[in-house]
């Protein structure tokens, strides 16, 4: 690729990146793990927002863009959260766990005697996100 590529679809990129919310507490970071990431530019293998900010941007290039829930997870929504007999659920679940039901990833929201909740947005649904995101590689 020539030294004054940028991205653009189709495109793998690798990159390094943390997410923030609004409040500034870090969701989510590739510096974290030791590890960049990379994904195909435009072919929907990342969020909207995340998969734009990085077209155009070249090797060795950095910026931070905030994503309204819109252009992240989507907006929550109460009609993803139903209750369950407890006796109709997974046995053993803790609040906070996450399990597979129906093909779909959904956390466990609440636990008492009678009834589980079942959570099957995103956990970040609803969140603004702040991406600071550095090109590491470009192919």
Known sequence: MPLDATAQ???TVVVHYTVTLDDGRVVDSSRQRGK????????G???????AAVRGMALG???TVR???DQAYGDRDERRVIKLPIDQGPKGLSVGDR???GGRDVTVAAVDDATI???A????????LTFAIEIVELR
């Open 9 to 11: 679809d189709g495109d």
């Open 36 to 43: 960049p990431f990379s994904f195909r530019v435009g072919a």
């Open 45 to 51: 293998e990342v969020i909207a927002g995340f998969d």
């Open 61 to 63: 290039e950095s910026k």
């Open 67 to 69: 994503f309204d829930p």
């Open 99 to 101: 399990v597979e039901i």
């Open 117 to 119: 909740t079942l959570d």
């Open 121 to 128: 947005n995103h956990p970040l649904a609803g969140q603004a």
